[in-house]
């Protein structure tokens, strides 16, 4: 009998586990508002995924420890250039650029190695001569994500007085915007048009006036910033950390754009 009950216990907590597992991967969304790549993958090669990282993770301390030099099998990826950065509400951070669209720094440091706070970084579509430049980064609760100070700006116009410019440097280049819109969007909405900021890169001109006009009306607060379409932007984007989204929805985030100046 206790045999029994023994095997009924291991067979339930089998299931939960693979239940939660489940919900952890599948529910896990990108920059997109989509489900990741892990979407596509059976549960055992997620999960083999998972292992890989944290033996990964514990062989980079030991060769830190050792003083050995650590390489990613996937290092093509990587291409920070010393110097590059982001300056916005007060804080500086690396600034990196995705090659090809794999996110590839929201879980990864400079170096190519594992880090679950990850580094802003430039959308793979997108530039400084492009009418949008899209970079992301996360934030999170416990306050370690590296765009964690444009929770500050939300709803908070003091606070933008103070910060209104983001300063960006990149391969000898500096870039200045003067911050004209702020507020939170959300993928699940069609009153927001979801993700439009995102999937949209290339506007003819009178779009381009329509769109940019319709960024600075959806501002939490007025700026007293003017854009016509002449205006090339940046807008960054990060999770909100505002309770009455994040703790209701996972598809809100929070937006802080810019004009170049």
Request: aromatic share 16%; net charge neutral.
């Amino acid at each position: 009998m206790k045999k029994n009950i023994k095997k009924r216990f291991i067979k339930m907590l089998t299931v939960f586990v693979v239940a939660v597992a489940s919900f952890s991967v599948f529910g896990y969304t990108n920059v997109y508002g989509q489900y990741n790549y892990y979407s596509n993958k059976a549960i055992v090669d997620v999960l083999q995924d998972v292992k890989l990282e944290s033996e990964e993770a514990s062989n980079v301390t030991a060769s830190l420890a050792s003083g050995n030099t650590f390489t990613r099998s996937y290092t093509q990826n990587v291409s920070y250039v010393s110097g590059n950065s982001i300056r916005v509400g007060g804080v500086t951070k690396p600034l990196m650029k995705d090659n090809d669209g794999s996110h590839f720094y929201l879980t990864h440091n400079a170096n190519g190695v594992y880090d679950g706070n990850g580094l802003p970084y430039i959308d793979f579509r997108t530039d400084f001569n492009t009418q949008k430049t899209l970079i992301y980064a996360h934030s999170s609760k416990s306050g370690n994500g590296p765009f964690q100070m444009l929770q500050n700006y939300h709803n908070n116009p003091n606070f933008y007085n103070n910060n209104k410019y983001i300063t960006i440097n990149y391969n000898g280049n500096t870039y200045n915007y003067l911050i004209f819109s702020v507020y939170v969007s959300t993928a699940n909405s069609e009153e927001d048009e979801g993700l439009e900021y995102f999937h949209n890169i290339y506007y003819n001109s009178n779009d381009w006036t329509n769109t940019l006009n319709k960024y600075k009306s959806r501002s939490e607060y007025d700026t007293g910033v003017n854009v016509n379409s002449n205006d090339k932007i940046l807008i960054l984007q990060t999770c909100s950390m505002d309770n009455t989204y994040y703790e209701r929805y996972y598809r809100y985030n929070l937006l802080v754009m810019g004009k170049l100046v």
